[in-house]
């Protein structure tokens, strides 16, 4: 591990703020998880704005100014050793130009969330610091697997994983080591050409998405290539593709996987020589093993894959 990026491991007792920086959600949606962090022996804090909602054209947690002034206290209260956001959605843009870091250097601390957090995720790792693409508060009540949050915990006690997988008939060998940057490929995209967006030089790209229509996510595969991101980076790790094209018409929109989806990424990034992994499971999906977004990572591409950090 970077330790210049990586806050201190969490001991028992410490307190996990918990945020809603982009969608609302109810309290029954987060009992689950709320008292999963009281089982491993921390203590949950709720932002003020937690269970706020405000109607805009989509149900956000509170106003933009509550929503910042929420993800702004559990970043900088020296009190918090981590912060987990209770979904995605969408709103974290409207975040990022106020986000205050004053105190947060002083004391970093874990951030941890996927989906539309990507943007919050994005902005930390510009500024120098980690943190966890996983499982929010909310997934905990979707059946999710227990060990997508035992392996979240083991990372903010100082526990960094190593992935062994299976090989996948769209991976293309090779081995690479570099760190690792990305998370939601919609998120990604809208970034692209802002100050905002992930330095990709050098780096290892991780991606996943969910219920893009098949000509959208080409769109944003190929602004990603017009944009030289493919020329950039050192390798290519894809994770959950589910719930799109059309529901009706294709018969793996429940798929983690969507193999047709696979085909079309794999077609897009044919002339480029990185190694890459398909099949990771981060995303929206069912288990959602954590990865550290600015982590340093070796990928060995082989007749099995293995992601170290």
Known sequence: MNENLFPNPLKKGDKIAIISPAGAVDPIQLEKGINMIKSKGFEPIIGEHLYTKFSNGYNYAGTEEERIKDINWALNDKEISAIWAS????????????????????????????????????????????????????????????????????????????????????????????????????????????????????????????????????????????????????????????????????????ESFDPFVYKLISERISKYKFPVVFGFPNGHIKDNRPLIIGGNVKMEVQDTVKIEF
């Not at 969330?113 to 693409?133: C, E, M, P, R, W």
């Not at 392996?151 to 991976?171: E, Q, T, W």
């Not at 944003?220 to 950039?232: A, I, Q």
């Open 87 to 254: 979904r995605g959605g969408y709103g974290c843009q409207h975040l990022i130009q106020h986000l205050n870091l004053k105190g947060f250097v002083k004391h970093p601390k874990w951030y941890i969330g996927y989906s539309d957090n990507t943007v919050i995720q994005s902005y930390l790792l510009k500024k120098g610091f980690a943190s966890i693409h996983g499982q929010t508060i909310k997934t905990s009540s979707f059946g999710v697997t227990e060990k997508s949050y035992d392996l979240i915990f083991d990372i903010l006690k100082g526990k960094a994983p190593i992935y062994n997988l299976k090989s996948n008939v769209f991976n293309k060998k090779g081995n690479t080591e570099g760190q690792l940057i990305g998370g939601n490929l919609a998120l990604i995209y809208a970034l692209l050409g802002t100050k905002y967006s992930f330095t990709f030089k050098d780096k290892i790209l991780f991606i996943e998405d969910i219920g893009e229509n098949f000509y959208a996510l080409d769109r944003m595969m190929m602004s990603l290539d017009l944009s030289g991101v493919f020329n950039k980076i050192k390798g290519l790790i894809v994770g959950g593709m589910t719930n799109m094209g059309d529901q009706k018409e294709n018969k793996n929109y429940e």
